[in-house]
């Protein structure tokens, strides 16, 4: 499920980037800003969203809990901005669902390590050979 909310939350991005890219003045970009800097969040985002798709970091606890803040970083500014109405209300969405699939994403990968057995998880963090703090 987390995978699927990912891909639509990538597809989505992607569609307002192309919009903003190709067509900025259609109709369907008349709700999403076509400033660059939107453009480079949004791919940034995207980005974020594509590693957390082709990575497993359920081993380690600093990208899980950088990725955490900045998911909740993301749900707090697109919340606010849909109340404030200070940015368009597509980009406020698309914040929004990228929080929402980072979240799930880290929450599955979190109950996944921590569904394993005690052997599999010293097999796992065995194979890693890290430093305890990081774990």
């Known amino acids: 499920m987390a995978k699927l909310i990912a891909v639509l939350s ?21 709700l999403a800003s076509v400033k660059p800097s939107y453009v480079i969040i949004r791919l940034i985002i995207a980005a974020v969203l594509l590693a957390l798709l082709t990575t497993d970091i359920a081993d380690f606890r600093l990208p ?9 970083i993301l749900a707090v500014w697109g919340l606010s901005t849909i109340f404030a109405s200070n940015v368009m209300f597509l980009d406020s969405i698309s914040l929004v669902s990228a929080s929402i ?15 394993l057995s005690e052997e599999d998880q010293t097999e796992v963090i065995g194979r890693l050979h890290l430093p305890a703090r990081l774990r």
Not at 12 to 17: C, E, K, P, R, T
């Open 64 to 72: 899980r809990d950088i990725l955490g803040g900045l998911a909740a």
């Open 10 to 30: 990538i597809i989505g991005l992607a569609i307002l980037d192309i919009g903003s890219l190709v067509a900025p003045n259609s109709p369907a970009m008349w």
């Open 101 to 115: 699939a980072m979240t799930v994403m880290l929450i599955e990968q979190s109950s996944y390590n921590n569904s």
